[in-house]
Nanobody, 122 residues
Framework: VQLQASGGGLVQPGGSLRLSCAAS????????MGWFRRAPGKAPEYVGAIIWSGGHTFYDDSVKDRFTISRDNGENTVYLQMNNLTPEDTAVYSC????????????????WGQGTLVTVSS
């Protein structure tokens, strides 16, 4: 399984970005895809996740109502729409996949993408 995250960049506070995570080497018909981020000098942080079968989503309180996770079954891709970004959202964002039930713990995820940098600054 290979995961390719993309879509990061520089955005002003209050702006939006959409990240993509394309999966190859598998068909995401089950399991969970999660998004995590790591800010400079900080520990990795859970952002949100989507259960592939059914599309149910979960979010950390820090991004709830600003971020939205969605999936494109045909493209084997998951998206992270980020709105109303703040400097505190600056981080490397990574996607990861696990089998089985939802988890917010990075250690439960088996496959990881390489990450994409999001910088929120004026």
């Amino acid at each position: 399984v290979q995961l390719q995250a993309s879509g990061g960049g520089l955005v002003q506070p209050g702006g939006s970005l959409r990240l993509s995570c394309a999966a190859s080497g598998c068909t995401l018909s089950s399991g969970v895809m999660g998004w995590f981020r790591r800010a400079p000098g900080k520990a990795p942080e859970y952002v949100g996740a989507i259960i592939w079968s059914g599309g149910h989503t979960f979010y950390d309180d820090s991004v709830k109502d600003r971020f939205t996770i969605s999936r494109d079954n045909g493209e084997n891709t998951v998206y992270l729409q980020m709105n109303n970004l703040t400097p505190e959202d600056t981080a490397v964002y990574s996607c990861a996949v696990k089998s089985g039930p939802f988890s917010r713990y990075a250690s439960d995820y088996r496959y990881w993408g390489q990450g994409t940098l999001v910088t929120v600054s004026s």
